[in-house]
C-alpha cells in the first residue's frame, strides 16, 4: 500500500469504503469490524474509526455499541454530499437512472432561483452569470472548456439567487451536472451547450423579468428531459457493463 499520512490515510479509506458500499461490494446490513478493517488497510484502530466516521456522517452507515457499524440502504445515503453523488454517478449502471431523478429536482430547484436572481439585481453576481456565458461563446471557438463554462452557469444561477439553500447547493449541482450535461450533450449531438438558450435566461436575469427568467430556465430543463427520457447516448465511460 502507498504511504499516506494519518489524515490522508483516513481519507483514502473513507474513499474506498464509501465506493464499495456505493458499488453493491457490502449489501445492506452488512457489519464493519474495525478490527478486520484495520487489517484490511494496514491502518490503526484511530484510522478506521475516524473513516467510519466520515461514512455514518454521509448516511452510508450506522454504528451500534456490541455490534460494529452496519452498511445503511440507499435511501439513507445523503446524495446531496459530493463525495456520495460521486461514487453513485460512478458506478456504470447507476447513472441514467440518478440522471433523471436529478433533473426532476434541478426543474423544483433552479427555475426558482433564476427568478429569485432577476428579483435581487445582485449586479456583482449577474456578472458572473455573462462570465460563464462568455466562456461557454469562448468554448465555441475552441479557446475554453463547455464543459466547465456550463457548470459555472448554472452555479453562478445559484449565488445570484441569494438564496443560502440554493448557494449550499452548489457542490451537488456541480458533481452531478458534469456527468448530466455529457450525456444530455450526446444525445443531441453536440459538444458544448446551447448557448442562445443559456442567454435567454441570463439576459431575462438582467433586466428584472423574473417570469421569463423563470421560463427559460424551465424550457432548458425540460429538454433535458425530454433527452433523458429518449434513447439516450451514455459517455463512454458511463457505458453498462
Request: charged share 25%; proline share 5%.
Amino acid at each position: 500500500m502507498a504511504k499516506f499520512s494519518k489524515g490522508n490515510l483516513t481519507d483514502h479509506v473513507a474513499n474506498a469504503l464509501g465506493h464499495s458500499i456505493v458499488s453493491g461490494d457490502y449489501k445492506p446490513g452488512s457489519v464493519f469490524l474495525i478490527e478486520e478493517l484495520c487489517k484490511t488497510f494496514d491502518a490503526s484502530r484511530t484510522v478506521m474509526r475516524e473513516a467510519v466516521k466520515t461514512l455514518t456522517a454521509k448516511g452510508l452507515v450506522t454504528s451500534r455499541p456490541s455490534v460494529g457499524s452496519i452498511v445503511e440502504k440507499s435511501g439513507n445515503w445523503n446524495l446531496s454530499d459530493p463525495d456520495v453523488l460521486d461514487w453513485f454517478l460512478n458506478v456504470k449502471g447507476n447513472t441514467l437512472p440518478l440522471i433523471q431523478e436529478f433533473n426532476e429536482f434541478r426543474l423544483g430547484i433552479e427555475p426558482t432561483a433564476a427568478a429569485m436572481a432577476a428579483r435581487a439585481q445582485d449586479k456583482p453576481a449577474i456578472a458572473k452569470i455573462f462570465t460563464a456565458l462568455e466562456r461557454m461563446l469562448a468554448a465555441e471557438r475552441q479557446e475554453d472548456s463547455a464543459l466547465d463554462a456550463d457548470v459555472e452557469f448554472h452555479v453562478a444561477i445559484l449565488h445570484a439567487s441569494g438564496n443560502r439553500f440554493f448557494i449550499n447547493m452548489r457542490h451537488t449541482i456541480d458533481v452531478a451536472l458534469r456527468i448530466s450535461i455529457r450525456v444530455t450533450n450526446r444525445s443531441k449531438g453536440v459538444d458544448g451547450p446551447n448557448v442562445p438558450d443559456h442567454a435567454k435566461i441570463a439576459e431575462a436575469i438582467a433586466v428584472g423579468d423574473e417570469t421569463a427568467a423563470r421560463d427559460a430556465m424551465q424550457n432548458l430543463l425540460i429538454e433535458a428531459r425530454s433527452l433523458l427520457k429518449g434513447p439516450v447516448v451514455m459517455p463512454q465511460d458511463q457505458q453498462p457493463l
